[in-house]
């Protein structure tokens, strides 16, 4: 009997029992989840889960493959709980947005297992949080990152690219450097940046008349500040060198536009904006 384990069945970890559930793709769905107001029915419901596990040492001990889809900052102590339990044929896998952390923290935690781990982060996701958030079809279309290492094991790491395109999913691979730099700029920047927004909001006197005429534009924009306040900060503070680089890089431009607008360069501001302009339309066009 193949069973998967998930630490977490929230947003992602929901989202990957319910495609599991529904395509067979294990023969158990085992959940190790921190909403305990949660009865096991309510997964059952879903067509999320088999079961909640009582004892996670049995359930890691006869797991065939385990995903670790918490917060990152939980990480490694979940690599740490499962080292003494996990059986030889077992991959393990984590779905967090940085990936230079947990690589390290999962080379310390695993020791001698290390080859049975390899990261993996699949682009999708939601400003929704949660198990009531699952969708069996978030990954449908969507990049899957993964970041094998030096020790890999070779049959395990096609296991897992076949897992990832069995949940719908377009797999490559890069190293967890490159992967932490990418993201920073084009995901975890942006998401700071809303929340910095709506902060700034918050913090003034007219917040409540701001609120009421906000329309389109703040609501595209701050979409994203909905997120969950815990992954945010665990997701910056593990990546906080390249997200202070970023973050740096931005003051600059911010400082650019005072510039351009301050003294009132009207041309310099047309091509400015022009350019970005120009870029975004392109960007969406080639992802229709």
Partial sequence: MKNLLIFGVGLIGGSIALKVKKDAIFDRVIGVSRHNGRSL??????????????????????ANFI??????AQTKNI????????????LVTDVGSTKSEVMLDA????????????????????EKHGPDAADEKLFEGKNIIITPHS?????????LWGFWECMGGIVSSMTPSQ???????????????????????NKKNSKDQLLEFAASGFRDFSRIAASSP???????LANKKAIISDLTLYKKEIDVLVEFIDNSQEGNLNDY???????RSEWAEDKK
């Avoid at 975890?188 to 709506?198: G, Q, R, Y």
């Avoid at 904006?273 to 870029?279: E, F, G, I, R, V």
Wanted: hydrophobic content about 45%.
């Fill in 41 to 62: 029915d309510d997964f059952v419901k879903k067509g999320m889960l088999d079961e909640i596990a009582v004892n996670v040492e049995e359930a890691i001990s006869t």
């Fill in 67 to 72: 995903i670790i889809a918490t917060p990152v």
């Fill in 79 to 90: 690599l740490k709980k499962i080292y003494p339990y996990l059986n030889a044929d077992c």
């Fill in 107 to 126: 080379a310390e935690s695993l020791g001698d297992k290390f080859d049975q781990f390899i990261g993996s982060h699949p682009i999708a996701g939601s």
């Fill in 151 to 159: 020790q890999a094991n070779k049959v395990q790491l096609d296991c």
């Fill in 179 to 201: 992967h932490d730099e990418i993201f920073s700029t084009v995901s975890h920047l942006p998401h700071l940046l809303a929340f910095a927004l709506v902060n700034l909001i």
């Fill in 230 to 236: 815990e992954v945010w900060r665990d997701i910056s």
């Fill in 273 to 279: 904006l022009s350019k970005a302009s120009s870029t």
